[in-house]
């Protein structure tokens, strides 16, 4: 009888697996075509000033509007991405399209102090990110300091050296480097010392339970130290309620993005949200 059921569930596995295959292979067909057919979009989620919770800046976060699936979470698609290399156009896009979205923000005088906008580990392959960024602030006309870019430990323990000299060279632009998903991987003490990173994000996962759980408080209240220490500023992620905005501004945190404030938003509604908007 045990037999049997491990049979079954044999059978079942196996179904489940080529469910996922097809539907990967799917997404991978389909993604190929997304930038060409225009289904790729950009959202804007504000980050505030923790104490004042007035608006510092935005995370460019990316959207696939897909004709029959609907808005597709990045969760679905940019680990395809990533796998087959389509994240370098796809990434490219990105990078480009943000900064002339925040440039014109700028000319229009809304208050942006910076756009903040997430690489992945293929594009640290080899040295074209330099030339990318270089490309894209000059093409916009978006001022160095305006741009932030968020690497995650899993981006860069792959080639590190290379990523190291790549990331110092822009970083000499005066673009800012943002340490994402801080605590989320093995070995984040180490890389604050190989990277240098000009402020650092508490992971939403420690947010979520800082105010229930005393180990989740003590790994925000180390990481603001320990940023702080290098110079680095610290924004705590995915902040739901008032209490946990204000024990992270209590700690020190100096700015807070979450859906306390707002969603990601598409740019009509985000660019109404800015300050010196008119109407
Ligand atoms: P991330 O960079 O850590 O982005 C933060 C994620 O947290 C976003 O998910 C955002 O919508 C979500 N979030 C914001 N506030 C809250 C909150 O209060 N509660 C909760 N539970 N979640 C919140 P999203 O937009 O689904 O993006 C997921 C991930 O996809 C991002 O994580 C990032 O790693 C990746 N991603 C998104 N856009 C890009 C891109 O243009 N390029 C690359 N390489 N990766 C991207
Ligand atoms: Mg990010
Ligand atoms: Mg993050
Ligand atoms: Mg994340």
Redesign the pocket.
Known sequence: QAKASGKACYHFYNREMNLRATRRLEIERELRHALERNQLTLYY?PIVNAVTATLEGC????RWQHPDRGLV???HF?PVAEETGL?VPI?EW?LRQACKQAQKWRTAGLGLNFIS????ANQLRGHSLVSLVRGALEESQLPPGALEL?LTEGSLLPNTLTARDVLEEIRAMGVRLVA??FGTGYSSLSYLKIFRFDKIKID?QFVRDMLEDAGDAAIARATIAMAHAFDAKVVG????TPRQAEELARYGCDQL????FDK?LPEPEFSQRLPGQRG
């Open positions: 989620q995370e460019v976060l990316l979470s990045p969760a940019i994240i990434g990105v906008v997430n690489i992945s968020e994402d998903d939403c992620e995915g902040v739901e993005q979450g859906y306390l990601p």
